[in-house]
């Protein structure tokens, strides 16, 4: 039989804490709506996305290489003094102007830098993607780890006002047995301390539970002065993995994970920025310009002998060349081309770390899931021990065949037991969603 969570003594338990002040609200969630508020409000996962959609709009722009620049306006031009012709000789006392207005378009496309700048920018956009997974699921993973936090605490508050209930009941035969001289005053005396106890642990789980919800409030980004309430009733172990199936090693996982799959995409990006230094050269830049416009004198349209003349004339011109840069610093000193393989080792470098801290999560996960599945089971089987214990010494107690002591001792126990198996569920239930995202699954 498991502990159940009765959500009208939850809120009853709530309203009682003495440090809530009058304004708060009090907000039911489950483990559903857990997730969905990590997904989507928490602020480490916020500016992660903020950072992928930057590498899209990066990519978006690294498309854009061949994109040309179109222009249009006019332009101004007045000589004064002196200008030379093709022979050679001096033009000297002028006063010329001439103005132009039109349109035209420019491209320079650099092949080497646009083909590989776009690829190098794609796998950028990969890595962030990826990358804003990997932060996503750590940021959920500790809002999960948190919310079944507070789902404990709820439990043991619970269960502490049941038994402060019978705890009071217990009293109260007790004081009525004392004065027709049944029982010793020393009895219900202890009977008063053993409730008194049970309101400190009471108060100090109250408190405790304050301290998850804040925490958890917190990392959901949840405004306004509240208090989470964990709506779910029963207090079930979750189970994501079967770690029956799972080998030690777990070789091979890293590649499921985000974080590796990002700086391998990253690695991609670097090596595609370097094939411009070297294949990249081989590729020309095509520069074109093309442009229409009016041209002439707007101000004094006569020729050298006085006589009008048209004021404007049409214009046309388009240039084209076709060039292959060779930058000699690259081919004699090779300097980027040197930082780019260092920075390809260092990634590389990262890539094994990886692999190492993948490997080391997923045996500590399996470890620790193994071991809560057993300490499970243990804690389930101790309560159902405690609970028998308890329910026995009420009934001599009844008969007045066992002391007060002994069922104070018996409700002892029960609670430690209790609290054991809340404790067991709360940690198998956290070891499997911290099993479940080292094994590549995301959140």
Do not use: C
């Not at 999560?361 to 599945?373: D, G, H, M, P």
């Not at 069922?407 to 037991?417: G, H, K, L």
């Not at 609290?419 to 094994?439: E, G, S």
């Amino acid at each position: 039989m498991q502990p159940k969570i009765h959500l009208i003594t939850l809120i009853f338990s709530l309203l009682s804490i003495q440090t809530f002040a009058q304004s708060e609200q009090v907000l039911p969630i489950t483990l559903e709506s857990v997730l969905q508020l990590a997904g989507a409000d928490n602020l480490s996962v916020k500016e992660w996305q903020q950072r992928y959609e930057r590498a899209v709009a990066a990519r978006k722009f690294a498309n854009e290489w061949w994109v040309p620049t179109l222009y249009g306006g006019f332009k101004v031009h007045e000589l004064t003094g002196a200008a030379m012709n093709t022979d050679g000789n001096f033009f000297l006392d002028l006063n010329r102007q001439n103005v132009w207005s039109g349109a035209g378009l420019n491209a320079e496309l650099d092949f080497g830098k646009g083909v590989f700048g776009t690829q190098a920018a794609r796998q950028k956009a990969t890595a962030a993607a990826y990358r804003s997974q990997a932060e996503k699921n750590k940021a959920i993973l500790e809002v999960v780890q948190q919310y079944f936090n507070l789902q404990a605490s709820q439990a043991k508050m619970a269960g502490l006002r049941e038994m402060m209930a019978l705890s009071s009941n217990i009293a109260t035969q007790l004081e009525a047995q004392t004065e027709a001289g049944l029982v010793y005053k020393s009895d219900l005396l202890l009977a008063k301390s053993n409730l008194n106890h049970q309101k400190i642990a009471l108060r100090q789980q109250e408190t405790e539970l304050k301290k998850n919800s804040s925490r958890l409030t917190n990392l959901l980004n949840i405004k306004g002065n509240s208090t989470l309430l964990v709506a779910d009733t029963a207090l079930v172990p979750v189970t994501l993995v079967d770690e029956s199936k799972l080998t030690a090693a777990a070789e091979g996982v890293y590649n499921l994970r985000p974080e590796f799959k990002s700086l391998a995409s990253e690695l991609m990006a670097l090596q595609k920025e370097k094939s411009a230094l070297g294949s990249g050269l081989l590729l020309p830049t095509l520069q074109l310009g093309v442009s229409d416009g009016a041209f002439g004198d707007l101000w004094s349209p006569t020729d050298r002998d006085g006589n009008t003349i048209d004021h404007l004339y049409n214009t046309f011109e388009f240039n084209g060349a076709l060039l292959w840069r060779i930058p000699l610093n690259q081919v004699f000193g090779g300097g980027r081309n040197r930082l780019y393989k260092s920075d390809i080792l260092i990634h590389q470098n990262k890539m094994e770390q990886v692999r190492n801290q993948v490997r080391e999560e997923v045996q500590v996960a399996t470890a620790e899931a193994l071991s809560a599945k057993d300490e499970l089971e243990i804690a389930r089987e101790g309560l159902s021990f405690a609970r028998e214990a308890l329910s026995q010494s009420i009934e001599r107690q009844k008969l007045r065949t066992a002391k007060a002591y002994e069922v104070f001792q018996a409700q002892e126990y029960f609670m430690r037991a209790q609290i054991d198996f809340i404790d067991a569920i709360k940690n198998y239930n956290q070891a499997q969603y911290r099993l479940y995202v080292a094994l590549g699954n995301n959140l």
